[in-house]
């Protein structure tokens, strides 16, 4: 710790804070277990993989929502009042799965009458999933400026110490899942009653905690000039992301019975919010801000978007050996956790940008190998370095926005978090999904020994890039036995390979980092900004 940040410190709130964080782990690695696992909400609700990563995108998006609402009004409203809001939404999203369980389990259901109930209780998921995403958003619009005042001094070594709880909490959870065993997969509302025990304790701990007047308002900078340091253009990515997702959330297209017109509506609500945004403020918005904003979107792809998706995709070759394919999710979030704990020196040395750039790198090499690892050493392998990529992505990306724009205060350090997780729930996740439908599609075309068409085991469907095509559970259920057998092996293999497809995101991140590392360089090296402390304040 800094000795400059001694007088802030307050080690009760950083751990009420890190317990919160790993409320937010607990409840992603558990939709992560019922999502992807096929005997438990893509079996009770008949899901292909799009819709399986549709239903968990509509658990992230949301974070958005309430991480940006909350970064304009914080400083007003206080930390303590979004950390009950982040309580009270766990416990509406714990009573709507709880109900749309009973939905679908109910006894006697003819086929008709288990439709309706598989419909509704979807539905039940999905605004439970939406109102999770809410307490997650929460949950981290508090956090991370609470953590950047008290270590202004040292902003990305705390902020990926308090991140080691995301992981925590993954690693955690996954644990408590695996030995929860067939008693999850018979009932799995006890996935939904664990997340109660950390939120509990972060409660009990941040209910009376006294919380810090944030750096922004200590440093005297506006309100105005928060607004200003996002500005237009920034406004206007998150502005489209939001107002994009709202409007495939209430169907606006059917509602207003013309997709042209919902696009329409959907371009010049943005443009309009943006503009008067912009004029407020009166600011495009700082460049590097913006392109910050950018990558932060194939950044949250390559680490949520991955781990959603990795305990499907690695299932058939983990199974294959005898192990649960959720200790590829648990091994490398135990990974992130421990280096996390210990970024100082390597942030010292690589510089934030220096280790962005490291981990993008490890990043393609541990997703390629991964998506072509048939021996348990080789995927525990590949697993490693994919894991030391993802390990400094998230929290060293909050740490280089403070430390850039501290008159940014919780606006900017939480808005790239809302603009990852939009991408994530928007696009990133459904696109994972497309890419294992496109392989296994691949895969069925090139198996010419199935004797099946494709054609006559799928089914297509849209999602917010398109149409996609996607294999039918249904329709594989009526093949003759042998052949729904091997089909579905084939299948199952495929969905492995999509890791290879998925490098592009940080392929692309680590081109920008390295514009990001030679910009710096001309001006002198990387350096941190730091406001004074106002004296009014």
Not at 286 to 301: E, Q, V, W, Y
């Amino acid at each position: 710790m800094s000795e400059r940040d001694e007088n802030n410190s307050n080690p009760l709130l950083f751990w009420g804070c890190f317990i919160a964080l790993v409320t937010t782990a607990f409840a992603f690695i558990t939709r992560a277990f019922m999502v992807n696992t096929p005997d438990m909400w893509p079996a009770d609700f008949n899901l292909d993989k799009v819709q399986v990563q549709t239903l968990f995108g509509h658990g992230i998006w949301p974070f958005a929502i309430s991480i940006i609402l909350f970064s304009l009004v914080i400083d007003r409203v206080g930390y303590r009042v979004a950390m009950l809001f982040s309580f009270v939404c766990y416990a509406i999203y714990a009573a709507f799965a709880i109900y749309a369980y009973s939905l679908v389990k109910q006894t006697g259901l003819g086929e008709e009458e288990l439709k309706i109930a598989r419909e509704a209780g979807l539905r039940y998921l999905t605004y439970g999933s939406i109102v999770l995403g809410l307490a997650n958003g929460t949950v981290e619009a508090f956090i991370n400026p609470v953590v950047a005042t008290m270590y202004r001094h040292a902003k990305t070594k705390w902020l990926n110490i308090l991140h080691a709880g995301w992981p925590g909490g993954l690693v955690l959870g996954g644990l408590i899942t695996i030995g929860l065993g067939s008693t999850a997969t018979e009932d799995w509302r006890i996935l939904i009653y664990i997340i109660a025990i950390p939120a509990m304790i972060y409660l009990v701990m941040l209910a009376f905690a006294h919380f810090p007047v944030s750096e922004r308002v200590a440093g005297g900078a506006s309100y105005r000039e928060m607004l200003g340091e996002f500005g237009f253009f920034g406004a206007a990515i998150a502005l489209f992301l939001i107002i994009k997702q709202m409007a495939e959330v209430v169907n606006l297209a059917d509602f207003v019975g013309n997709p042209t017109t919902a696009n329409y509506i959907i371009y010049g609500s943005v443009a309009v919010l943006a503009v008067a945004y912009g004029v407020y403020c009166k600011s495009l918005g700082r460049p590097m801000m913006i392109f910050l904003c950018l990558i932060m979107m194939p950044l949250a792809t390559t680490e949520l978007g991955t781990d959603a998706a990795i305990t499907g995709i690695m299932e058939e070759p983990m199974k294959a050996m005898g192990f649960n394919p959720l200790w590829v999710l648990i091994y490398t979030s135990a990974i992130m956790m421990c280096l996390r704990f210990f970024v100082g020196p390597v942030v010292e040395r690589l510089t934030p940008l220096g280790l962005l750039a490291t981990c993008s790198i490890l990043a393609i090499i541990g997703l390629y190998s991964l998506s072509i690892a048939q021996s348990f050493v080789f995927i525990f392998a590949a697993a490693t370095l994919y894991g030391i990529g993802k390990t400094y992505f998230w929290p060293t990306m909050l740490g280089v926005v403070a430390e850039q724009y501290p008159k940014g205060g919780a606006l900017t350090l939480n808005a790239i978090a809302g603009i990852g997780m939009l991408t994530v729930g928007i696009i990133g996740g459904p696109l994972i999904g497309k890419m294992q439908e496109d392989s296994a599609k691949a895969a069925v075309v090139a198996a010419s020994d199935l004797n099946v068409e494709y054609s006559k085991i799928s089914k297509t469907d849209t999602f917010f890039l398109g149409q996609y095509d996607a294999v039918d559970e249904e329709r594989i259920k009526i093949l003759p036995e042998e052949q729904k057998a091997q089909v579905s092996q084939v299948i199952k293999e495929a969905k492995q390979g999509a890791l290879a497809k998925v490098t592009v995101f940080p392929a692309v991140m680590l081109v920008c980092y390295l514009i990001l590392i030679a910009y710096f360089q001309n001006r002198g090296g990387y350096r941190p900004n730091e406001l004074a402390t106002g004296s009014g304040h």
